[in-house]
């Protein structure tokens, strides 16, 4: 639990499926873990609750962040982390099937670092996710300016 | 001729030869200072038979010579006359009794003076039945001065009657007319002989004649002075209009001796007055006829108002009597205004009063038949020499007036509030709407891509166990999914356009149209298109809007070119409209109304792909601009599609 490299955050079985299909598929899948929506996602990075035994500053190396979710929306998690200087620096991508201009411009407000419309094609949605896992992974450290 | 002297034995012998009673008042005459009796005997020789003895002082010469010598009185006559007087008493002499000797003759005395002499002769026959020639020679001197300083005088009232402006006239006492001066002859144009006696009255205008005849005629019965207007002709046919006064002379016993008038020429000062009058008559007509009451109000140096002019209107306008306003009319005024306003009122007319400036209020007053009324007051103060203060000005009586903008003003507050009511509907509505794009941005995009994903995962885990059909509809599957992805992106791209705001600004056209082709490169990759780019004038745009506008028109275009071997694309700037021609397919134009709707489509997918979005975004694009879209097509022969952008947003 304190080794988890990326955290997916992802309310939608079927997208959280291909998901980690596409990670599995790229060999990422070993340290992924998986929040079922914002209150769990906050719970998780914040080390509360449900997570309260984890150390908060083992943090995930990236965290996919889907936009609409139940309960606490994804933009309202991103807030919360770029908003504490203890997590503002993980990366965080924003996964969001909306091409509403006004998630966009919100999200690079609070601070994302990337953003992807996920494409009903399946086949470039694996390819954006793997991109993005290994482009942030790779960065085995994370950059302290980011955002 | 004149002769004798005192002490002359003879001449004394003539006077007794008189009947004794005739002595007396003849020898007073003979002895009268001023006068020379004398008396002659033409034949056999000339003899002077008695001469006054007044002959020496007038004369300055003795008498006795003239004894002596009967033509001795000659010598005493001024040169000039001399051999004139001679000729004269030589011509009388010859025959007395048929002819007369009658002549003014000057004498020069031995001291150089002069004296003036009357001299005159008859014949008489005497006592003894012989021819006699007596005369008296009088010295005319003082008269003939007093004749010369009235002839000085005449001629100087003459120059000065000409000299004059006025037209001068004089008349005998009965009216008849016989002096007319040269302006009168010079005004007329007519010979003054022509106007003498009535004949002037034909020079006056024949509508004027009558009442001047008979002016005239009645000054000149009754004796009373003369004046009365009339136009005058002038000698190049203008009528003037002249006032004529006349004035009878009397004599001291008081009968009449003359007439004596001027004319004088009245036409511009008569003109001035008709136009000031007409000036008079326009005011006040219009004072009258004005729904407000125009007066004038004056506040004299020591605080009294009165209204000088108007003043019936300004008392009907307050409900005041007109008895009432005797004295000082500001108290039955300011009687009748609502008393909340008065000092408002009061103050402000005494600023105006101070700083002359305009005064102009609206307040209430309380008329006794009308009501509670509102006047609008407007007037300018005027500051007279003398501390004075006039204000001009109107009241209005604006009660109706105000009602109405009462009730427009409560009309305009209550559409206000139906706006507003509508407008946070219609705001409800959009937000509704927007959530609702929102989430089919959202989630109708999921099951999509769960279908086209886990398709694709069957095809790629199974595909060897699937037989080829059950891969070919898991292939249709995809498709599907993908177009539906396509035509929701498109229809959430036309839908956001309505709510998206305008941002216009000048934009080069011609690099819209290279970033719009260069957008579009892939779409002519392993093609030849001919894209010829005209001269094209700057938009005045939102320049995202326009881009996609060329983005969907050249797309069109390549589109439906594909299938040519020299496809051209043509881009455009024609009159206020840019153009975008390709020679492709086409269509038939009864279909063009369909054109620019969503969803509407003239080609089969399997012929073209697409949505149906694209033109219609392009005329919603071009509508916010306040601009048109139009086509011209025909199958298979290409189409050209122009649009124009407006001066502003259009909604709709």
Redesign the interface.
Known sequence: MNNVEILVVED?P??LE?TL?GLNTARLANHVHVARDGEEALEFIFCEGRYAERRIEMAPKVVLLD??LPKIDGLEVLARMKGDPRTQAIPVVML??????VDLVRSYALGVNSYIV??????S?VKAVQDLGFYWLLLNQPPAAAG | MAFGSRGDPESRAFAPAGPTGNVLPLLQVAEAPRHVLWVIDPSPTERVVYVSPSFERIWGRPPGALYADPREWVTGIHPDDREHVRAAYDHWVQAPRERTYDIEFRVVRPDGTERWIHDSGHAVVSASGALQLTGIAEDITDRRRDEDALREQQRYFREMTESLTQLVWATRPDGHADYLSPQWVQYTGVPAEQQYGDGWLMQVHPDDRPAVAVAWRSAVRDGVPYAVEMRLRRHDGVDRWFMARGCPLRAISGEIRHWYGTSTDIDDLKRANAELQRERDRFAMVAKTSPSAVHTLRRSADGVYTVDFGLERFAEMYGVDLAEVEGNALLAFAARIHPDDLPMLSESVERSRREGTPWRREYRIRHPERGERWIEAHSMPVQEPGGATVWHGTLTDVTERREAESRIRSLNAELEARVAARTAELQTAVQELEAFS?SV???L??????I???S??VLKDFGPQLPETGQRYLNIIRDS??K??QLI?DL?AFS?LGRQSLTRRPVDTSMLVREALDTLAPMRQGRVVDVRIGELPPSDCDPAMLRQVWINLLSNALKYTRNRTEACVEVGFDGPEFYVRDNGAGFDMKYAHKLFHVFERLHRVDEFEGTGVGLAIVQRIVERHGGAVRVEAAPDQGAAFYFRLGEAETVG
């Open positions: 939608n079927c997208d291909m299909r936009l609409k969001t099937s909306s091409q509403e201009q996920k494409p009903v094609n399946f086949e949605f | 929102y941005s959202h989630d995009r999921a099951p999509l891509r769960a086209d994903g886990f694709q995962v999914a993908q539906m992805g992106d959430l956001r």
